[in-house]
């Protein structure tokens, strides 16, 4: 906990300890509290990681809605800049040999966090398909249609060969514009003396980001974002298991 900054940053793993880094840049007048991979915290607060599932908030911010890039696209859809809204694909590759587990929380879970943070509406329709490419159950297929019809298509895979690769990309077509998120795509080169070139990811820290994206939420009135996420998440675990899709009326 940042007692003299205004943030209270609940857990215990790696990012939590990097949001009370991130809290000591970012002080605040008032208690705004983080949940990070935790049921426990206090009515109000805000949930990242598996607290967006195992907590009851209604404020969950994904960590990835951060990046500059993919916030840039929600925003634009919030404005109305984007006219009528049609689909929005959601792509995350992490790297191959990932446990299913892995997978699932450290992929799907963003992914459709994500995609749900930047295309609001109320759900119509969730199908979603347990795959296997490299290693069984190592990809996720998702097709989510909003009751406005617009179509939300998710992928998830271990598909990267570096073990340092993450690929995120969001993709928003519309009736005004096409909008493209690649925020991890982006590289440092290294080219040592006498050896062959090597790639090495590099993207921006979020944590003093996701925690400025926290302040701009926290002017804004609940929207049951939380309930969203949980509903479309039990959805798609159904889905998997039976091979059917759920339908909401």
Known sequence: MNEFTGWSIIGDGELASVLRRA??????????????????????????????????SERVVPLESAFEAVEAVRASVAAGECGRVYGCF???????????????????????????????????????????LFAPDDAWFVTIRLRDETLL???????????????????LTSSERVLRAEPTRQAV?????????????????????????????????????????RTAWEAILTSASSGEPVEFT
């Open 23 to 56: 809290a000591e840049y970012i002080p605040i007048a008032t208690r705004v509290t983080v949940i990070v991979d935790t049921k426990q915290g206090p009515e109000g607060a805000f949930a990242l990681g598996s607290a967006m599932l195992q907590s009851p």
């Open 90 to 132: 959601t792509s995350i590759r992490v790297r191959r040999g990932s446990s299913s587990s892995d997978v699932r929380d450290a992929a799907l879970l963003p992914a459709i966090a994500m995609t749900l943070d930047t295309v609001p509406g109320p759900l119509a329709r969730v199908w979603a398909r347990q795959a296997s």
């Open 153 to 171: 298509t998710i992928e998830v895979m271990a598909s990267e060969p570096d073990a340092g690769a993450r690929e995120i990309l969001v993709e």
């Open 189 to 229: 080169v290294v080219e040592p003396l006498g050896q062959a070139a090597m790639s090495r990811p590099w993207w921006e820290d979020l944590g003093e980001r996701y925690l400025r994206l926290v302040l701009q939420r926290a002017e804004r009135p609940h929207d049951g974002a939380g309930t969203r996420l």
